[in-house]
């Protein structure tokens, strides 16, 4: 069991801590409590839940290390929105910033991606934390937790204004005092088919790229499926002037060759990418021929890993009869082959993997208080049992 929970990577907070390594690995490989919290999600004892990780890890085919190494191991706090929300007056489970921290490291995790610096007024710090004040406190917060933050799902200017310059620069402000390594936000650069739309993201994700680039950050956009889909960059033209028929390229595959792979990154959601694969597999060819392209998620990042510093986690099961082909899933419980897909994208060191989970206070029913945090635990442990 020493492979799944090795945290040796972190000496720095051991000695923090003032622990030996032995006292370190015994009090913070999280592994334990992953199983005691995920034990509920998935159905069995804490032991249960241990030993399913310890045989996923030996089952692996060719197995020969970790996949995420304990590091790399994150989740992205919109997956535990709800405790971060929830009235601490009102409950004796972790409730806002400070204490979900807390129970995060329990489990194990290493790192934090954030989905906004709200939480409930009567949590330690109030409300509103996208202050720097705010952004000390949660800071204190991270480190007394060894924690690292690595981004945020924040809001990225959609025009170019010395106001939305100004803006932009204050929010670097904040994620340099957080410790992040990346700036982003949770939707895709334009939602819209046409290429003369992405050409006009491109230009400005290239400035503010630029701009993330002078504090020290890396600028990142988070796909969703559509993403992924056939760029309309070809004629004939629509009424309106509009092309109406594709190439064959992607979106933001054009993006990521239209961008300066100096300054703009992606956050590939696997589980989003999956559902592209199932969705967008046939196109309308400039010659009004029908055409076939199945997309191939992992080989997108491996042909150029350092574009990709972050992915989500997430997995899906498999529902051909729904139109996205999957539905969201505690990590480790779906259909997505997350063994091969880390194993073919290389760097294996150098990707942040946040485990996200869009319906984790629903999902395994029945819903409960403590759920979000039980799915924490048990994916966790999943996420530790990748091997390849």
């Given amino acids: 069991m020493s492979d799944l929970i090795d945290r040796s990577d972190d000496p720095q907070l051991g000695r923090s801590l003032g622990l030996s390594r032995r006292q370190l690995l015994a009090a913070t490989t999280g592994m334990a409590a992953a199983a005691a919290l995920g034990a509920a999600a998935i159905g069995g004892s804490p032991a249960q839940a241990l030993a399913q990780a310890a045989g996923a890890a030996k089952a692996a085919p060719g197995g020969n290390g970790v ?11 919109y997956t535990v929105r709800d405790a971060i929300s929830r009235d601490p007056n009102t ?5 806002g910033f400070k204490e979900v921290f807390q ?12 989905a906004g610096y709200t939480q409930h007024a009567n949590a330690e710090g109030g409300a509103n934390l996208n202050t720097v004040q705010g ?3 949660l800071r204190t ?23 939305t310059l100004a803006q932009f620069d204050t929010a670097c402000e904040i994620a340099n005092i957080l410790g992040f ?34 504090h020290g950050l890396k600028l990142y956009t988070h796909n969703h ?17 509009r092309p109406t028929r594709s190439s064959g390229i992607r979106r933001l595959e054009w993006f990521l060759q239209n961008t300066d792979p100096n300054y703009v990154y992606l956050e590939m959601d696997i589980y989003w990418a999956h559902v592209a694969q199932f969705r967008f597999q046939n196109y ?9 392209n199945v997309f191939d998620p992992a080989g997108l990042v491996a042909a150029q890993t350092t574009r990709f510093p972050l992915f989500h986690a997430k997995d899906g099961a498999s529902r051909p009869d729904l139109a996205a082909g999957y539905t969201i899933v505690p990590f480790g419980q779906g259909n997505i082959d997350f063994t091969t897909f880390f194993q073919r994208i290389g760097a294996k060191g150098y990707h942040n993997s946040m485990y996200e989970q869009d319906n984790a206070s629903t999902v395994p029913a029945p819903a409960s208080p403590a759920l979000s945090l039980q799915n924490a635990g048990s994916s966790y442990a999943h996420m530790a049992s990748l091997r390849g």
Avoid at 184 to 196: E, F, H, I, Q, W
Avoid at 225 to 235: E, I, K, P, R, V
């Fill in 141 to 163: 917060w991270l480190d007394d937790n060894g924690l690292e933050a690595e981004g945020n799902h924040g809001t990225i200017p959609s025009t170019i204004t010395d106001a």
């Fill in 181 to 214: 390594g990346h700036i982003g936000t949770g939707n895709d650069p334009t939602s819209s088919g046409y290429l003369a739309d992405w050409q006009a993201a491109a230009e400005r994700w290239n400035i503010l790229g630029e701009r993330a680039a002078s």
């Fill in 91 to 95: 409950t004796e489970l972790a409730s």
């Fill in 135 to 137: 952004a000390q406190l």
């Fill in 225 to 241: 499926d559509a993403a992924y889909s056939f760029l309309l960059d070809s004629g004939p033209n629509d009424a309106a002037g």
């Fill in 284 to 292: 309308t060819a400039p010659d009004g021929g029908a055409a076939t």
């Fill in 67 to 77: 996949l995420i190494p304990p590091g790399k191991r994150g989740i992205i706090l």
């Fill in 103 to 114: 129970e995060l490291s329990r489990i194990g995790y290493k790192q934090i991606e954030f």
